[in-house]
């Protein structure tokens, strides 16, 4: 009579539970890393100073201190070298786009105004 009312083809063993468990399990704890990966890989490499043409010189009016890509010492891109604070406005800082350092008054193709 108890087999009447259980359907067997729902039960499962307690080996095909366990697996599932297991491999569940596993997802979840890696779920955090991927978004890690992804945000990596999902990061533009920087190109060259040989690619991008780089000169420590201006190209007219246009110089990397004036580009928004420009990230002066202590201050923040987007900003040209006005986005640095004190002295420190004029040394040489990094580039989001170039590889290296880069001159406030240097200039590359990548150029774009602030």
Request: hydrophobic share 40%; proline share 6%; glycine share 12%.
């Amino acid at each position: 009579m108890e087999d009447s009312f259980m359907d067997k083809s729902r039960l499962v063993s307690r080996r095909a539970w366990m697996k599932k468990a297991l491999v569940t399990a596993s997802a979840v704890a890696v779920v955090p890393f991927l978004g890690e990966a992804t945000a990596k890989a999902a990061t533009p490499a920087k190109v060259t100073k040989a690619l991008a043409h780089y000169q420590t010189h201006p190209n007219g009016r246009k110089m990397c201190g004036m580009c928004k890509h420009f990230i002066p010492v202590g201050g923040t891109a987007g900003h040209g070298m006005m986005g640095a604070k004190g002295p420190g406005m004029m040394k040489e800082g990094t580039c989001q786009v170039v590889q290296g350092h880069v001159s406030p008054k240097g200039y590359c193709i990548l150029y774009m105004p602030v």
